[in-house]
């Protein structure tokens, strides 16, 4: 990626590679450290981007890499949204100027981009099971390398970390877990495990301890046994003062901290100490979300989590305010719960994203955050259900892929009436393939007793909503994409469950199956097709699993049936339309579009689903070409007179 630096740039245009940070005074370290900030508002400011969890880790990271020998030693990122400076460091400067955008930067590490890069699913709660693999691996092949693990105390809501943790101490291999300790993982962190840490960093004692770390570090060498003796005292002052038996070391691990992860000294010598254990470690940092900008400081709902473009003097947004579906779910959900007492609201640690926390600020005994733990909230869900309530479980459609066997076998087998709201579904764009909400409807499609729902604008997702929570025999999802809303698009008359949107009585060539939000393409799609002198019927099923028994009525008075999904095709959509046709004995040629299984790049949703040939001239091309052939079969086959 070239270079767009200045060069009057300062400290940053000569870091190259993590060797470059190992040459700085204490002085240019610091100087560095606010450059780097500087650097991240102004790109991220243009493209968008996690800014809040990258302006709290610039210290820390440069810490890391002035310890540790990456590539060589690995550090692994959990979740990766808060490797930023981690690229910056490792070389990536120039690419910021394109980050997150179709041919630029990954927002989240990526093994196409450095070497420096391991792991890029980017999902919480992952990395200590991928570090614990790694040393173990390390070590069997007898190998001299460090693995560092980055966790949020918001990833350590989630059971995978514990899971890990309970192998990682029994293992005895080097491995080093850095806890980013900020107090949040998009809003503020819940639970047991954060109301612990949150009495630490609280206590006074240990803002005590903390200051007697900064002064003692002015007059300290940075290695040797002075320095040792400091942390030393600290780490007894602070069990001493806050928590005498300290949780990680009761898990067997040992423990170096707190330590003030916005001192770079401070990090590097306990980190340099757990290196030299040779054991597994913990380091704990305690951070702030947003550290060293005014506007995220002050943003209370998520310290500038993710923005989109803003005015780096002021934070603001940029992008005119439009109505999301996201703003939509969360009226109407307010709307339902004021008439229905039984109501409940759950997300995992994504209320704000999501649109619980509207619900959360109308009745907050009726809102349970569970932290980064979908699984959890799945069964937990079930209990509710169990107890009367009707729980609306809301998460971003590529997270319920982990609770995958808890709405199978906790929810659905029960037949309980829980209502799961999948935001960000189908192809989202600048977050990657991580987070595309590609798989929901091809992977929960074979859950039985399940039903799903696909709004196509404002109006049906209030309607769709309401029929959810309206089922009292099995679970429901109701999926929808993320940014604006789609303009409404009113029907023209409904057959059972599905609404016809056009159609032309005078004869029957194609009906067009537009699922949810593609409602808006197959119009554009049918008015390209229409133009070429065939007649086409679109439909909106509403309730996408199980298929509506309407469409085998329907598909039998046309020539060609066509299904548009924003979804993959295998075990998808059109798989379960042409399903039903079969079954019902309706003999009729059908061509499916949607996403092609692969993992594909980050970008607009608009550059994507071009390069995936999902735009109504690809679509109207591929659906004349077929029909005309069939017309042309047609007339080769008549009998002659």
């Known amino acids: 990626m070239s270079e767009t630096l200045p060069p ?72 990766g949204h808060q490797a930023y400076v981690h690229k910056i460091v490792t070389g990536r400067q120039g690419g910021f100027d394109l980050l997150r955008q179709r041919g630029g930067l990954s927002g989240y590490p990526s093994q196409a981009e450095s070497d420096h890069d391991l792991i890029e699913n980017s999902h919480a709660s992952t990395a200590l099971s991928y570090a614990d693999g790694l040393a173990k691996a390390f070590t069997l092949r007898g190998e001299d390398r460090h693995v560092v693990a980055v966790v949020g105390d918001g990833a350590l809501t989630g059971g995978m970390c514990w899971e890990a943790i309970n192998n990682i101490a029994a293992s005895g291999n080097r491995l080093v877990i850095v806890v980013n300790d900020n107090g949040r993982s998009y809003a503020p ?55 005498p038996q300290p949780m990680f070391e009761d898990l067997g691990l040992k423990y170096v901290g707190p330590v003030d992860g916005h001192d770079i000294h401070a990090m590097e010598s306990a980190l340099r100490k757990a290196k030299g254990f040779n054991a597994p470690v913990i380091v ?123 709405v199978l076998l906790d929810v659905a087998m029960h037949r309980l009436p829980v209502t799961f709201v999948l935001d960000r579904a189908g192809i989202t764009g600048p977050d990657g393939p991580s987070h595309y909400g590609i798989w929901d409807m091809s992977v929960f499609g074979v859950v039985p007793g399940l039903r799903i729902a696909a709004p196509r604008d404002a109006a049906t997702l209030r309607e769709e909503l309401r029929e959810a929570v309206a089922v009292d025999d099995g679970p429901t999802i109701v999926r929808f994409p993320t940014g604006s809303v789609a303009p409404e698009l009113p029907a023209l008359r409904r057959v059972g469950q599905v609404d016809v949107l ?87 040629p059908l061509r499916d579009f949607g996403v092609p299984p692969g993992f594909h790049p980050h970008g607009s949703r608009a550059e994507i689903l071009t390069a995936l040939g999902l735009t109504a001239q690809d679509i109207a091309r591929d659906v004349t070409g077929h029909i005309s052939g069939l017309q042309e079969r047609a007339t080769e086959i008549q009998p002659t007179s």
């Open 502 to 588: 056009r159609e032309d009585r005078s004869r029957g060539d194609v009906l067009l199956v537009a699922v949810g939000a593609f409602a808006q393409l197959g119009m554009e799609v049918a008015e390209r097709v229409a133009g070429q002198g065939y007649a086409v019927t679109v439909v909106d099923p509403r309730w996408v699993r199980p298929v509506p028994i309407e469409l085998a009525g329907l598909a039998a008075e046309h020539r060609l049936v066509v299904t548009l999904e924003d979804g993959i095709r295998a075990g998808g959509v059109g798989d379960a339309v042409a399903s039903l046709l079969r079954d019902a004995g309706v003999d009729v």
């Open 284 to 406: 704990h940092a305690v951070t702030r979300k947003g550290y060293g900008y005014r506007p995220a400081e002050e943003d209370e709902a998520d310290c500038l989590h993710g923005p989109g473009a803003f005015d780096p003097r002021t934070g603001a947004l940029t992008a005119a305010p439009s109505v999301k579906w996201t703003h939509v779910f969360a009226e109407e959900l307010v709307a339902i719960a004021d008439e229905r007492p039984e109501i409940v609201g759950i997300t995992a640690a994504m209320a704000e994203p999501t649109g619980i926390a509207t619900l959360a600020k109308k009745y907050p005994e009726r809102v349970y955050d569970v932290g980064i733990a979908e699984q959890h909230a799945a069964t937990s869900a079930a209990g509710l259900a169990m107890g009367g309530l009707h729980p609306v479980v809301a998460v971003y459609a590529t997270f319920l892929n982990r609770a995958f066997d808890q």
């Open 8 to 79: 009057n740039a300062g400290l940053i245009a000569g870091i190259t590679g993590p060797g470059d940070l190992r040459r700085l005074s204490t002085e240019q370290l610091t100087l560095l450290a606010a450059e780097i900030r500087d650097f991240l508002v102004a790109k991220v400011s243009r493209t968008g981007g996690h800014l809040g969890p990258n302006l709290g880790v610039v210290e820390m990271t440069l810490a890391m890499h002035r310890v540790f020998d990456s590539p060589r030693d690995k550090i692994l990122f959990d979740t």
């Open 189 to 243: 962190t819940i639970g047991g495990l954060a109301e612990h840490l949150s009495t630490l960093r609280l206590n006074p004692g240990y803002e005590r301890v903390l200051d007697l770390v900064k002064d003692a570090l002015g007059s300290t060498p940075m290695v040797g046994k002075p320095m040792y003796e400091v942390l030393h005292a600290v780490k007894r002052g602070i069990k001493d003062a806050v928590s």
